[in-house]
Nanobody, 122 residues
């Protein structure tokens, strides 16, 4: 059974950094693409970044270079490093996994983490 458990998140001041983790079980990162999405209040869920085991990644249109994605195959965990955070980055962040190519489209993923709140505010 594929499961994704997220950790990290919380409240941070503008300009600060956070790292989110997504630990997978029931599958291997070597055969799956993992992506991060976010959903702000009243908005649709949007893709942030995705990564595959060979290191290929794709960035969503709304995300600048302030966010980076990385993976640790030994731990079956993917990370989202967010730097220089802005209030508009406030959202619930989700990780997602599925077999196939890297994609930042919601419909490409069957398995989802529980979501974690990120709030950027002074």
């Amino acid at each position: 059974q594929v499961q994704l458990v997220q950790s990290g998140g919380g409240l941070v001041q503008p300009g600060g950094s956070l790292r989110l983790s997504c630990a997978g079980s029931g599958f291997s990162l070597r055969h799956y693409a993992i992506a991060w999405f976010r959903q702000a209040p009243g908005k649709e869920r949007e893709g942030v970044l995705c990564i595959t085991s060979d290191g290929r990644s794709q960035r969503g249109d709304s995300v600048e270079g302030r966010f980076t994605i990385s993976s640790d195959n030994a731990k079956n965990t993917v990370y989202l490093q967010m730097d220089s955070l802005k209030p508009e980055d406030t959202a619930i962040y989700y990780c997602a996994a599925d077999q196939g190519r890297c994609s930042v489209l919601v419909r490409a993923y069957r398995y989802w983490g529980q979501g974690t709140q990120v709030t950027v505010s002074s």
